[in-house]
């Protein structure tokens, strides 16, 4: 019998040690970091490289969902033969997420967030200098994605989430305020793709 209390009682403890890091009244900080650098090998193409980092602060509104929002900054810089420019730009991203507990150590997670971004954009010269301010930038997006957290110590969450659906609708105006044809689009995608995930840490507390 004092086995059975004794396992019963490890067992609840562990439950609870698993719950405690989702429930009702937590405060989640902290952020995701992407780079990307490509290299075309046609003839008078440069490089293309991408930087984002986006901060986080969410709370808990129940137990395994938050509600919370990332501000952060973007940075991008084309330069091929055909298309040349910089972009900077101020993030906001509210969203909401939904947590599954697989194991002490180890929750599935939904994310569904609006990203938004409202930049600058600048010339590049043949050198790859930055030049002066052509226009502005505004991008408002849909996006769900899937992760996985992983729980090395109870207060501090490694993440891999992925690209799952998304929609992004970019306006590209010149320093008059005037939307710059064929620099604009609109984008739909749906897919996961496990091998380029993106990397986050989270503090629970």
Not at 133 to 144: C, D, E, N, P, Q
Not at 186 to 204: D, K, L
Request: charged content about 15%; proline content about 3%.
């Amino acid at each position: 019998m004092k086995k059975l209390i004794l396992s019963i009682a490890l067992l609840s403890g562990l439950a609870f040690s698993s719950k405690a890091q989702t429930e009702k009244g937590k405060i989640i900080v902290g952020g995701t970091a992407s780079y990307t650098s490509s290299k075309s090998d046609a003839s008078g193409a440069k490089a293309a490289e991408e930087l984002s980092l986006v901060p986080n602060i969410g709370y808990f509104v129940a137990n395994n969902i938050a509600l919370g929002t990332g501000v952060g900054y973007n940075y991008s810089k084309i330069d091929r033969a055909s298309t040349a420019g910089q972009s900077e730009a101020f993030v906001v991203s509210p969203f909401g997420r939904y947590y599954l507990n697989l194991s002490e150590q180890f929750k599935f997670f939904g994310q569904a967030a609006v990203p938004m971004a409202f930049g600058t954009v600048k010339s590049t010269d043949a050198n790859g200098e930055t030049g002066n301010k052509t226009g502005t930038s505004t991008s408002i997006g849909v996006a769900l994605s899937p992760g996985f957290a992983y729980f090395p110590t109870k207060k501090v969450a490694l993440e891999f989430s992925f690209q799952g659906a998304s929609y992004n609708s970019l306006t590209v105006k010149d320093k008059d305020d005037n939307k710059i044809k064929g620099a604009g689009r609109e984008t739909f995608a749906v897919g996961t793709s496990f091998f380029t995930p993106q990397i986050g840490v989270q503090f629970h507390f």
